[in-house]
Nanobody, 123 residues
Framework: QVQLVESGGGLVQAGGSLRLSCAAS????????KGWFRQAPGKEREFVAA????????YYADSVKGRFTISRDNSKNTLYLQMNSLKPEDTAVYYC????????????????WGQGTQVTVSS
């Protein structure tokens, strides 16, 4: 498994931006697909974005497409989520995930998960 630690969450006004980071350690980071999920109070955890091990392909939920960008720096063992034009409905705990399979990442069945970072968007 890969150990994952998220950071970068916080409180921001609607229309603002945040960049989340997910630092990885443990098994080889570069060979794993990665993703971001979020869970709002009282709601199911939902897929946000995913990226293949090479970074060559990215996937987004319709609700964040055009506003969020997922990227990775394998030399720094770090995954990022740039979030722009934030809306109050983006408020949630954001989790990063890692797995050898991009399909398992996208479907929420990753082997490894971080502990989450809170993002709160005020109106």
């Amino acid at each position: 498994q890969v150990q994952l630690v998220e950071s970068g969450g916080g409180l921001v006004q609607a229309g603002g931006s945040l960049r989340l980071s997910c630092a990885a350690s443990g098994r080889t980071f570069s060979s794993y697909a990665k993703g971001w999920f979020r869970q709002a109070p009282g709601k199911e955890r939902e897929f946000v974005a995913a990226i293949t091990w090479s970074g060559g392909s990215t996937y987004y939920a319709d609700s964040v497409k055009g506003r969020f960008t997922i990227s990775r720096d394998n030399s720094k063992n770090t995954l990022y989520l740039q979030m722009n034009s934030l809306k109050p409905e983006d408020t949630a705990v954001y989790y990063c995930a890692a797995d050898g399979s991009i399909v398992r990442v996208r479907t929420g069945n990753s082997d490894s998960w971080g502990q989450g970072t809170q993002v709160t968007v005020s109106s």
